[in-house]
Structure formats: structure tokens, C-alpha cells
């Protein structure tokens, strides 16, 4: 079955498939993230970023990745923010077969530069990013308040867990790499 994303200009950059399998999450050049049903491909729900700055053609989904509760979505955007998602699944109360999925967009958590990679913790209460400088930066996310904040200190990683593959760069993969490899 093909999915038509409005316009058809729009190309997917990002993909990334819910932790339960019922929803994949897509990213587009247009700063489009485009939730499907997994199994019918039907667009369940929308969410537009805007542009920071219009004229940019920059300015797409970078990388998506979904927390290990599956209750928020991790959207690295080409303005230099980190956007968090939170995805709320309800079923619908006039069809019990049918889901009411709605889209809520965190303000934006500023990076020096675009990130490229990103990696919840396991508890889903710390995210960090690969930007395109290769600087490794860390959030510390409050859910309820739905904010989050930067921090300067490197999580100890015998003391927390991360969910996921690991960042292409920074301490999880250090010697893992040859020279010339990024």
C-alpha cells in the first residue's frame, strides 16, 4: 500500500518504529513529523516544526528516535534544536476499535549545531545528542513539566543506562572506531 504525505514534494528523511510496534514515526524534508499505523500505514496523526528561518532548505527532520516507554519521540531538527514529542494514544470513545493519537510539540532544547544521533536513557528522563560538530551534548528532562535543560556533566555510564544503540561518537564507543572511520 503506498502512504501519500501531502504535498508530494515532501521526501522522508528519518524513520523510526514505536518500542511496541504499533506506530512508525516519520520525519520529512518539509519539517514534517508523520505518525502511521503500523500495520494499515494510515497517517494517524501530524505535527509541523516551523522554520526558524524560511528561506533555509536545512531546516528537516534530522533523526527520530523513540523513548523506551514509547511515550515520547525524540526529533533532532536541522535549526539546532532538539525537539521532544510526547505522543498520546486514546482510544477513540464513539469506535472502541479506532485510536485517537495526538501530536504535542516541548519548546525546542537549543544545540550548538544540528544533531545527527540521538539516545534516551533507559528511564526515559535524560536524552543526549550527537551534533554535527561532534559535541555530545546531555538533557536532563523533567516530564511532567515538559522542559528539559542541558547539562555540563557527563552521565556516568556504571552508574546509568542508556536505551538503544549507542551515539556514533563520545565514551560508549570510544576505541571502538579506527582512525578515519566517521
Known amino acids: 500500500a503506498a ?11 528519518q ?4 518500542p511496541n510496534g504499533n506506530w512508525i514515526a516519520v520525519g520529512t524534508n518539509e519539517s514534517s513529523v508523520v505518525l502511521l499505523n503500523f500495520v494499515t500505514l494510515a497517517v494517524a496523526a501530524k505535527l509541523r516544526i516551523p522554520l526558524a528561518n ?3 532548505e ?3 527532520v ?4 523513540w523513548s523506551p516507554d514509547g511515550k515520547y519521540l ?6 539546532g534544536h532538539l525537539y521532544i514529542v510526547h505522543v498520546s494514544v486514546k482510544k477513540d470513545p464513539d469506535d472502541s476499535a479506532k485510536k485517537i493519537v495526538k501530536l504535542a510539540k516541548w519548546k525546542g532544547l537549543k544545540l550548538r549545531a544540528a544533531a545527527s544521533h540521538l539516545q534516551w536513557g533507559q ?4 536524552i543526549k545528542a550527537l551534533t554535527r560538530d561532534y559535541e555530545v551534548a546531555h538533557f536532563t528532562l523533567d516530564l511532567s513539566g515538559k522542559s528539559g535543560k542541558q547539562t555540563a556533566k557527563t552521565v556516568d555510564p556504571d552508574k546509568y543506562s542508556f536505551s538503544g544503540d549507542p551515539l556514533v561518537a563520545g565514551w560508549d564507543v570510544q576505541g571502538l572506531y579506527q582512525p578515519g572511520f566517521d
Open 62 to 65: 534530522e533523526y527520530l528516535r
Open 58 to 60: 536545512l531546516e528537516g
Open 74 to 79: 525524540g526529533v533532532a531538527h536541522g535549526d
Open 123 to 126: 528511564d526515559s528522563s535524560i
Open 15 to 18: 524513520t523510526a518504529v514505536s
Open 54 to 56: 524560511p528561506k533555509s
Open 3 to 13: 502512504v501519500a504525505l501531502p504535498p508530494d514534494s515532501y521526501k522522508i528523511t
